[in-house]
């Protein structure tokens, strides 16, 4: 499986009036760590674009388990799990200093062709091979 991580330090404007990361939040943390795999892979936004496909969340899920506060250090890991008909990635937001499991989720994107606008059943084959080579 093919992972990425980054961390971010919790910034005041990240919080809630109830001191806690607010929840939409998590929702670009997540999104740190995809365009990190995505780099790292070497298919991000503009890489997509020029392959001629747009890849669309089309699904996501976050499962709180602990909140995050102010001035906290967090690891956020996207790690691809599914490529084949789809972009499957899970995400784990943990503490970095402790390792605490914070958060986690997912996202699921699918290809769809720019010019007709048409979503795929299945990942363009340079990708698959691209990824398969790469386990």
């Given at each position: ?43 991000n936004y503009p890489q997509m674009d020029a392959s001629g496909y747009v ?60 010019a007709s606008g048409e979503m795929l059943f299945r990942s363009p084959d ?10």
């Amino acid at each position: 499986m093919i992972s990425a991580s980054v961390t971010e330090t919790i910034q005041f404007y990240h919080l809630d009036p109830m001191n806690v990361v607010w929840h939409g939040n998590y929702v670009q943390f997540f999104e740190q760590a995809r365009c990190a795999l995505l780099d790292l892979i070497d298919y991000n936004y503009p890489q997509m674009d020029a392959s001629g496909y747009v890849w669309p969340v089309v699904d996501m899920r976050v499962k709180y388990v602990r909140p995050c506060r102010f001035g906290q250090k967090i690891q956020i890991t996207a790690t691809l799990i599914e490529y084949e008909n789809r972009l499957k990635i899970s995400y784990l937001i943990t503490d970095a200093q402790t390792g605490e499991k914070l958060t986690k989720g997912f996202t699921i994107q699918v290809a769809v062709e720019k010019a007709s606008g048409e979503m795929l059943f299945r990942s363009p084959d340079f990708l698959i091979d691209k990824l398969e080579t790469m386990n």
